[in-house]
Nanobody, 127 residues
Framework: QVQLVESGGGSVQAGGSLRLSCVAS????????MGWFRQAPGKEREGVAT??????????SYVDSVKGRFTVSKDNAKNTLYLQMNTLKPEDTAMYYC??????????????????WGQGTQVTVSS
């Protein structure tokens, strides 16, 4: 059974940093596309970042609003996905969810439609 458990959320002031973690279990971790999504109150869920990394091939993608501020990474030895978030803005406030789906990454929509999901971790950025 696939399980994804996020941690690392919290409250910070604008300009601060947080690192989210997602520990995965129950599947062939290296051969899955993984990503981060977020959902703010009253808004639709939004893709933030995706990563595929099997030791030979590595791809990453980001939504435009976080490029240059967020970095997605994986530690295959620890079955853990990370999202390093720097220069946080109030508009980054949301519940952040980890997602995983078998195969290559092929965009946020594809990952969203086929993913297993974590329970979410709250990020709050104050101005």
């Amino acid at each position: 059974q696939v399980q994804l458990v996020e941690s690392g959320g919290g409250s910070v002031q604008a300009g601060g940093s947080l690192r989210l973690s997602c520990v995965a279990s129950g599947y062939a971790y290296n051969t899955y596309c993984m990503g981060w999504f977020r959902q703010a109150p009253g808004k639709e869920r939004e893709g933030v970042a995706t990563i595929y990394s099997d030791g030979r091939t590595s791809t990453r993608s980001y939504v435009d609003s976080v490029k240059g501020r967020f970095t997605v990474s994986k530690d295959n030895a620890k079955n853990t996905l990370y999202l390093q978030m720097n220069t946080l803005k109030p508009e980054d406030t949301a519940m952040y969810y980890c997602a995983a789906a078998a195969g290559w990454c092929n965009g946020f929509s594809s990952l969203s439609q086929n993913a297993y999901w974590g329970q979410g971790t709250q990020v709050t950025v104050s101005s």
